[in-house]
């Protein structure tokens, strides 16, 4: 089993391992300055912006980074086929619900983006995205066209 894993991972380029933590930082660094925008200046503008700017900024690259890693790490070279797929989404929105659930509780104490005022909308506001974007992901890592996409980019 391991010669097969070995036959794997050398059919792999740097781009393979390097792919899924840039892509999954770009995704969450969009992600959170979306949230910045729409729940930080519009639905709850109270509070002081540079701490919403440097939540979501710092947020947004941790939990990419996290990602990428960890499928870079346990994904990439060491599964095939549909397991590739359902490894790296559940990894993906894994931690993106645990990040949602950690953020909405700190929230509850800095009261930045509305957790006290709407409990509900924030989790649903964290998670449908997450999930949305879990698909993007897995479609741009492992389809044809997404992996042409992201070679277009540079990525």
């Not at 892509?23 to 509070?47: C, K, N, Q, S, V």
């Not at 980074?65 to 993906?92: D, E, F, K, N, S």
Request: charged share 15%; glycine share 10%.
């Amino acid at each position: 089993m391991k010669q097969g894993h070995d036959m794997a991972e050398a059919n792999l380029s740097r781009r393979d391992f390097v792919r899924p933590i840039i892509l999954a930082i770009a995704l969450t660094f969009l992600g959170e300055m979306a949230i910045l925008l729409i729940w930080g200046r519009f639905l709850f503008p109270a509070g002081d912006f540079i701490a919403k700017l440097l939540w979501t900024a710092v947020c947004g690259l941790a939990m990419g980074a996290t990602i990428g890693a960890l499928v870079t790490l346990l994904v990439t070279g060491r599964l095939q086929g549909v397991r590739v797929i359902l490894g790296t989404a559940t990894l993906y929105l894994g931690v993106l619900s645990l990040c949602t659930l950690l953020c909405y509780q700190i929230d509850l104490d800095l009261n930045l983006f509305g957790a006290r005022q709407a409990a509900l909308l924030f989790i649903a506001g964290g998670m449908v995205p997450a999930v949305v974007s879990t698909f993007l992901y897995v479609w741009l890592l492992y389809s044809h066209k997404g992996r042409r996409f992201l070679a277009r980019l540079g990525v």
